[in-house]
T-cell receptor
Framework: DVKVTQSSRYLVKRTGEKVFLECVQD?????MFWYRQDPGLGLRLIYF???????EKGDIPEGYSVSREKKERFSLILESASTNQTSMYLC??????????FGPGTRLTVL | GESVGLHLPTLSVQEGDNSIINCAYS??????FIWYKQESGKGPQFIID?????DKRQGQRVTVLLNKTVKHLSLQIAATQPGDSAVYFC???????????FGPGTRLSVLP
């Protein structure tokens, strides 16, 4: 089974802190994604990556950056956390154009 | 812009009854559609998908129907069980898999 893991299930941070969310997949997928999930809004794409060191902006990249130094790892960075970044963050990976496999999510609260 | 939406944010059904969850999409160029199930505290899990050249696909206790004329798809769950309680959402995939657009989700509650 494809496994996508995220470093934390729950995080509480303060406004202005730098936050790192880590995602690792074990199936050698080229494509990795970061979404945030908010009630009534569905999944919104923040950033994605099609290969090592490649990154593309999604629909809502403002306030976020990403890093993909290794194929299996995709990191989401909040340079200076704000309260409106309180959300559920989901990482996903896929090979080619097939379905995406999701991690369990990280619920981030910014105080 | 492109959108995917669900008709009902919540749905309650009796155990053993059939459930129908609906989804509408805006982009007629979508290549295929996926239904996901998300249980509390977990990430979304793939249930079933359907290509745009099909109008029906069946899985184990689930059926997806696609009506391209009105840009509507539905997920039918037969003999709903307590373990089916979750949030269900659809995704429309286009541009040869480059673009996934997700709906907001319907929370299905199964009543004893």
């Amino acid at each position: 089974d494809v496994k996508v893991t995220q470093s934390s299930r729950y995080l509480v941070k303060r406004t202005g802190e730098k936050v790192f969310l880590e995602c690792v997949q074990d199936m050698d997928h080229e494509n990795m994604f970061w979404y945030r999930q908010d009630p009534g809004l569905g999944l919104r794409l923040i950033y994605f990556s099609y290969d090592v060191k490649m990154k593309e902006k999604g629909d809502i990249p403002e306030g976020y950056s990403v890093s993909r130094e290794k194929k299996e790892r995709f990191s989401l960075i909040l340079e200076s956390a704000s309260t409106n970044q309180t959300s559920m963050y989901l990482c996903a990976s896929r090979r080619g154009a097939r379905e995406q496999f999701f991690g369990p999510g990280t619920r981030l609260t910014v105080l | 812009g492109e959108s995917v939406g669900l008709h009902l944010p919540t749905l309650s059904v009796q155990e053993g009854d059939n459930s129908i969850i609906n989804c509408a999409y805006s982009n007629s160029a979508s290549d295929y559609f996926i239904w996901y199930k998300q249980e509390s505290g977990k990430g979304p899990q793939f249930i079933i998908d359907i290509r745009s050249n099909m109008d029906k696909r069946q899985g184990q206790r689930v059926t997806v129907l696609l009506n391209k004329t009105v840009k509507h798809l539905s997920l039918q769950i037969a003999a709903t069980q307590p373990g089916d309680s979750a949030v269900y959402f659809c995704a429309a995939v286009n541009n040869y898999g480059q673009n996934f657009v997700f709906g907001p989700g319907t929370r299905l509650s199964v009543l004893p």
